[in-house]
C-alpha cells in the first residue's frame, strides 16, 4: 500500500448471512489497490484501505453492486496519515440519515415482526403435534426473523455501537435456539419416530404462505436502508425454506422414514449456527471499533 492509502467505510445494502459478506470480500479483494477488506454481517458495513480511490473505488463499486448488494459511501474519505483522522474517529458511532423512516416502513415492519413471531409460536405448537423436528427448526427461523425484524425496528436511528450491542444479543440468542434443535433432533435420532407427513406439510405450506406475505410486505421497502432490505431478502429465503420442509414432508411419507426430517432439521440448525457465530464474531468487532 502506498502512503496515501485512505479507509473507506460502506454501508452496504441486501446481506442476509455470512456468505454474503464472504461474496462481497472476495469480489473487493479482486480489485487492485484495495486491501484490508472487512464487511460485518452486523452492522452490514464494509471497511477497507485503498490507495489512488479516485480510480480504484468505482471499480470497486462495479464489482459489489454486479453482485446484486448496494453500496453508500459513509461520510468522507479518510487518509491513513490524516491530520483529520482523530476528529472522525466518531464517523463509527454516527447516527444514520432517518429521511427514509415513515409510518409506512415502520407499519410494515411491525406487521413482518407479527407475522414472524405469531406464526412461530404456531408452528412450534404444530411441530410437537406432527412430531416433526424439521417443523420444529422452522418455527424457531420464524421467532429469529422476528427478533432480527424487531431488533430492525428499534434500532432506527442508533449508532454502531448501540446496534453491535443489539447484534451480540441476537447472536447469541439464534445460537442457544441452534443448539437447542440441535439437541431436540440428535435425541429423535436415537429415538425411532415417523413424524404425521400430511400434518408436517400442512404446517410448512402454510409457512410459505405466511413469508410471502412477509415478503409482500415489504416489496415496496426492498430498494430501503440495509435493515429493511435485509429483512425483505430473509423473508424470501425463508419462503424457499418452508418448500424444503414440504419436500422433506413428501419424502417422509413416501419412504416412511424420519430421516428427511431429521436431515432438513440439522440443516436448518446448522444455518442458524453458522448465523449466529457471524452475527457474534461481527458484533465484537463493532464494538471494538466503536471503542466500547
Avoid at 89 to 117: C, M, Q
Avoid at 153 to 178: E, H, N, S, T
Avoid at 238 to 247: E, P, S, T
Wanted: aromatic letters at 8%; one cysteine or more; hydrophobic letters at 50%.
Amino acid at each position: 500500500m502506498s502512503a496515501a492509502a485512505e479507509t473507506v467505510r460502506y454501508q452496504v445494502t441486501g446481506m442476509d448471512c455470512s456468505s454474503c459478506a464472504a461474496k462481497i470480500e472476495g469480489a473487493a479483494r479482486k480489485v487492485d489497490g484495495i486491501q484490508d477488506v472487512k464487511v460485518s454481517i452486523a452492522s452490514q458495513i464494509m471497511t477497507l484501505e485503498v490507495d489512488d480511490p479516485g480510480r480504484r473505488l468505482p471499480l470497486l463499486e462495479t464489482a459489489v453492486t454486479d453482485l446484486g448488494y448496494q453500496l453508500d459511501r459513509i461520510g468522507g474519505q479518510k487518509g491513513a496519515n490524516s491530520e483529520h483522522d482523530q476528529e472522525e474517529e466518531g464517523d463509527d458511532d454516527h447516527i444514520p440519515d432517518l429521511s427514509h423512516v415513515t409510518p409506512a416502513y415502520k407499519r410494515a415492519l411491525w406487521i413482518v415482526v407479527l407475522l414472524n413471531v405469531g406464526y412461530g409460536i404456531v408452528e412450534i405448537a404444530g411441530s410437537f403435534i406432527a412430531g416433526s423436528q424439521a417443523l420444529q427448526a422452522d418455527s424457531l427461523d420464524f421467532l429469529g426473523d422476528g427478533l432480527i425484524s424487531f431488533l430492525g425496528l428499534i434500532a432506527v436511528g442508533w449508532g454502531l455501537a448501540a446496534r453491535a450491542k443489539a447484534a451480540l444479543l441476537q447472536g447469541i440468542f439464534l445460537g442457544l435456539l441452534g443448539l437447542g434443535v440441535v439437541a431436540s433432533t440428535l435425541y429423535r435420532v436415537f429415538i425411532e419416530h415417523q413424524p404425521e407427513s400430511l400434518l408436517m406439510g400442512g404446517f410448512a405450506l402454510v409457512a410459505f404462505m405466511v413469508n410471502v406475505l412477509a415478503a409482500v410486505v415489504l416489496i415496496p421497502h426492498r430498494k430501503g436502508d440495509a435493515n429493511m432490505r435485509a429483512v425483505w431478502l430473509f423473508s424470501r429465503n425463508d419462503a424457499i425454506g418452508n418448500l424444503a420442509v414440504v419436500a422433506a414432508a413428501g419424502a417422509v411419507w413416501w419412504t416412511g422414514s424420519q430421516w428427511p426430517d431429521l436431515i432438513v432439521a440439522f440443516a436448518v440448525a446448522g444455518l442458524f449456527l453458522q448465523s449466529a457465530w457471524s452475527i457474534i464474531r461481527d458484533a465484537r468487532s463493532d464494538l471494538r471499533q466503536a471503542g466500547r
